[in-house]
């Protein structure tokens, strides 16, 4: 438990600030190292990864669009035949439950490819 909450508070903080710098594959590999660090199984590494990952994109996108005022997501609502801009917030933080969770599902299994598995002299 303190594990995965270390992973998820880790997760947003390299969103928020690693972020700023680089594009969301950078990102993609940051939270694939943590998950690779840290050893958690895959499922709940999707979840954890995921969870804090869409929720940082989500604040990102509100805190974004509250403080530019800017027309933009309602032109881009419109162009995609929404009607209210706020759909595509959550759009955004669904993208981003799958871009963080399914980065760190891949860091869990890359893992796994190097765990040495016991076997016995009579196992084959």
């Not at 209210?84 to 993208?95: A, R, S, Y």
Request: glycine share 8%.
């Amino acid at each position: 438990m303190v594990k995965s909450l270390l992973f998820a508070i880790l997760t947003v903080l390299a969103v928020l600030f690693v972020g700023k710098f680089t594009s969301y594959w950078l990102l993609m590999i940051v939270v694939a190292l943590l998950a690779f660090l840290f050893n958690l199984r895959p499922w709940p590494a999707f979840f954890v990864a995921g969870l804090a990952f869409g929720l940082s994109w989500f604040a990102l996108t509100i805190w974004i669009s509250v403080q530019s005022e800017s027309q933009l997501p309602e032109q881009m609502a419109t162009l995609m035949g929404v009607k209210k801009d706020n759909f595509l917030w959550l759009i955004t933080g669904t993208l981003g439950f799958l871009i963080g969770g399914f980065s760190a599902m891949t860091g869990s299994f890359f893992r796994k490819i190097f765990e040495r598995k016991e076997e016995g002299i009579y196992r084959s």
